[in-house]
């Protein structure tokens, strides 16, 4: 099993839908999630932290649920520029990452 | 604002050629860290450095070595690179003195291509 796992997709959503991405990790002893966005052939960067009471940053919103050691990511109002691979990220317990495969999102006008 | 910055961004080698990644963050970061990512794949870490003076094995070390020359620099080595070793390559940096919930900034890659 995977230490992190996601739907690979691609989620083809038109402009405006909203989309949800699923991850699941095998590691109870994670501290620390985040979500980062990958754009073709560039860096990660870091898209937002997901905390244990679930946070929101515009129209972005993060949930951690620990007792089913599961993230979720919710994109309302999809945009154009949302088009990006979106990898789920946990830490080991101690000072490393470990990163999912990526989910892709393809949104069309 | 640099950031972490890799050098080069892109090369070409024989396979049995040698050649050194580098990597510096301004940032005043503690640990740093060496991945490669193939497509399809998520980010495999190879090597990292938790503190200066200190580096450790990730999980896909074999064929490369690194260098934590100081605070702000840590540099990867190919010694007989291999056609399996083309990838792209990313450098972070994070700084764990915070406290675990740090997360790890990107340069901009090395795109390597053994022949």
Redesign the interface.
């Known amino acids: 099993r995977k230490e992190?796992e996601q739907d690979?997709g691609p989620f083809n959503v038109p402009e405006g839908a909203t989309v949800a991405f699923n991850c699941t990790y095998s590691n109870s002893a994670s501290?620390?999630f985040?979500w980062y966005r990958q754009d073709c052939?560039?860096?990660?960067?870091?898209l937002m932290?997901v905390y244990s009471s679930g946070n929101e940053d515009g129209r972005f919103t993060a949930q951690l649920n620990r007792a089913s050691q599961y993230i979720s990511l919710l994109i309302r109002d999809s945009k154009l520029s949302d088009s990006a691979t979106y990898?789920c990220?946990v830490?080991d317990?101690?000072?490393?990452?470990i990163?999912?495969?990526?989910t892709r999102l393809a949104v069309h006008p | 604002n640099a950031g972490v910055t890799q050098t080069p961004k892109f090369q070409v080698l024989k396979t049995g050629q040698s050649m050194t990644l580098q990597c510096a963050q301004d940032m005043n970061h503690n640990?740093m860290?060496w991945?490669r990512q193939d497509p399809?794949?998520?980010?495999r870490?190879i090597y990292?450095s938790?503190s200066e003076g200190t580096t450790d094995k990730?999980e896909v070390p074999n064929g490369y070595n690194v260098s934590r020359l100081n605070k702000r620099e840590f540099s990867l080595r190919l010694e007989s690179a291999a056609p399996s070793q083309t990838s792209?390559y990313?450098c972070a940096s994070?700084d764990?003195s915070r406290g675990?919930?740090?997360?790890?900034?990107?340069?901009?890659?090395t795109?390597l291509s053994i022949l």
């Open positions: 992190v690979p501290q620390s985040f052939r560039k860096e990660p960067k870091l932290s990898l990220v830490n317990g101690y000072n490393k990452l990163f999912g495969a990526g | 640990s860290y991945y399809g794949m998520g980010l870490l990292y938790a990730g792209v990313f994070s764990y675990n919930n740090q997360p790890q900034h990107f340069g901009d890659g795109r």
